[in-house]
């Protein structure tokens, strides 16, 4: 290798940039459904499997909760691995000078031309690869808040295609869940089954009507800031989302326990629902179809504190 020229630099940015795209994990995508809420002390655990959820379901992505401190000497170990690691640009470098690459073209000393120039060439692709692991960095931390519907986050209440499955009484179609929950120090009675299913409905009538006191009433301080920061991007876009015709088809009570002064029930639900998203100014559909239900398997998760009476707490896509 003689030369280097330096016009070829702006090649190797771009492929290095194209690298770093193709890499990054679209959090848009990961998160478009929603999970948000607080499970207590749960919350970042994953929820007991059940049969109408039997995948393993991930922690609760967007919580007020605060995360535990990782008090192992692994998880320590790993939190400082990047930083002992250092940045693309830097390995770069360090492989530039362990290989004697350096100290080489200096050899002749800086008056060779050709020498001095590839070390200028080389150095200036090691600062634009230290700058797209930078913006890579950056990207991963950013937190996501896209949605399916014009930028908004996505209706909790978004579900699957249709399929079969029979219509049954919530008496008929809330069971015990198939794996036994880690501590069930609480039962859950027909009434609070009659209050999930309810629950289920109102919140979803009352998010489509955008009527912030009904969510209010019915949900966790916490989950009414979500659902109101979704109604005002929804708003904000020329959007509204209209959810209608829930009907429940199947539940499981995955966990149900106590903490110190209030009782949480995490229920797996299959509930069909018709979801649309309309033009706020024509009422034009945008998004959905009118006709058809589609259906949704999700993790809801209840609060019951002192005042006696369940609350939405946290919704979770199975």
Same mark, same amino acid.
Request: a neutral charge; hydrophobic letters at 45%.
């Given at each position: 290798?003689?030369?280097?020229?330096?016009?070829?630099?702006?090649?190797?940015?771009?492929?290095?940039?194209?690298?770093?795209?193709?890499?990054?994990?679209?959090?848009?995508?990961?998160?478009?459904?929603?999970?948000?809420?607080?499970?207590?002390?749960?919350?970042?655990?994953?929820?007991?499997?059940?049969?109408?959820?039997?995948?393993?379901?991930?922690?609760?992505?967007?919580?007020?909760?605060?995360?535990?401190?990782?008090?192992?000497?692994?998880?320590?170990?790993?939190?400082?691995?990047?930083?002992?690691?250092?940045?693309?640009?830097?390995?770069?470098?360090?492989?530039?000078?362990?290989?004697? #690459?350096? *100290? @080489?073209?200096? %050899?002749?000393?800086?008056?060779?031309? =050709? /020498?001095?120039?590839?070390?200028? &060439?080389?150095? +200036?692709?090691?600062?634009?690869?230290?700058?797209?692991?930078?913006?890579?960095?950056?990207?991963?931390?950013?937190?996501? #808040?896209? *949605? @399916?519907?014009? %930028?908004?986050?996505?209706?909790?209440? =978004? /579900?699957?295609?249709?399929?079969? &499955?029979?219509? +049954?009484?919530?008496?008929?179609?809330?069971?015990?869940?198939?794996?036994?929950?880690?501590?069930?120090?609480?039962?859950?009675?027909?009434?609070?089954?009659?209050?999930?299913?309810?629950?289920?409905?109102?919140?979803?009538?009352?998010?489509?009507?955008?009527?912030?006191?009904?969510?209010?009433?019915?949900?966790?301080?916490?989950?009414?800031?979500?659902?109101?920061?979704?109604?005002?991007?929804?708003?904000?876009?020329?959007?509204?989302?209209?959810?209608?015709?829930?009907?429940?088809?199947?539940?499981?009570?995955?966990?149900?326990?106590?903490?110190?002064?209030?009782?949480?029930?995490?229920?797996?639900?299959?509930?069909?629902?018709?979801?649309?998203?309309?033009?706020?100014?024509?009422?034009?559909?945008?998004?959905?179809?009118?006709?058809?239900?589609?259906?949704?398997?999700?993790?809801?998760?209840?609060?019951?504190?002192?005042?006696?009476?369940?609350?939405?707490?946290?919704?979770?896509?199975?």
């Amino acid at each position: 290798m003689k030369s280097f020229k330096i016009g070829n630099l702006g090649a190797i940015a771009a492929g290095l940039a194209v690298a770093a795209m193709l890499v990054v994990p679209d959090d848009a995508d990961a998160r478009r459904r929603g999970s948000f809420g607080s499970r207590g002390a749960r919350t970042y655990d994953a929820p007991a499997t059940t049969t109408v959820a039997p995948k393993s379901t991930a922690p609760v992505q967007r919580s007020m909760t605060e995360k535990p401190a990782a008090s192992s000497p692994a998880a320590q170990a790993g939190r400082a691995a990047p930083a002992r690691r250092g940045g693309m640009g830097r390995g770069l470098l360090g492989g530039l000078i362990a290989g004697g #690459l350096i *100290g @080489a073209l200096l %050899g002749g000393g800086l008056g060779s031309l =050709a /020498g001095a120039g590839m070390l200028m &060439a080389l150095l +200036q692709v090691a600062l634009i690869g230290g700058l797209v692991w930078f913006l890579f960095r950056m990207f991963r931390r950013k937190p996501a #808040l896209a *949605g @399916a519907h014009g %930028g908004a986050m996505a209706s909790p209440f =978004a /579900g699957f295609q249709p399929q079969p &499955a029979p219509q +049954q009484p919530f008496s008929q179609g809330f069971r015990s869940a198939a794996v036994a929950p880690r501590s069930a120090d609480i039962d859950i009675v027909d009434a609070d089954r009659h209050d999930f299913e309810r629950l289920l409905i109102e919140v979803q009538d009352a998010f489509s009507k955008e009527d912030f006191a009904g969510l209010r009433a019915r949900t966790t301080p916490e989950v009414m800031s979500y659902f109101a920061e979704e109604l005002s991007q929804n708003a904000t876009a020329g959007r509204r989302n209209s959810v209608f015709g829930t009907a429940l088809i199947d539940a499981e009570v995955s966990e149900a326990w106590r903490e110190e002064d209030a009782d949480y029930a995490t229920i797996a639900m299959r509930y069909e629902s018709i979801d649309v998203m309309l033009d706020r100014s024509s009422g034009a559909v945008v998004e959905g179809d009118p006709e058809r239900p589609s259906q949704a398997v999700e993790l809801w998760t209840f609060k019951r504190g002192a005042e006696g009476q369940w609350r939405l707490s946290a919704i979770q896509e199975a």
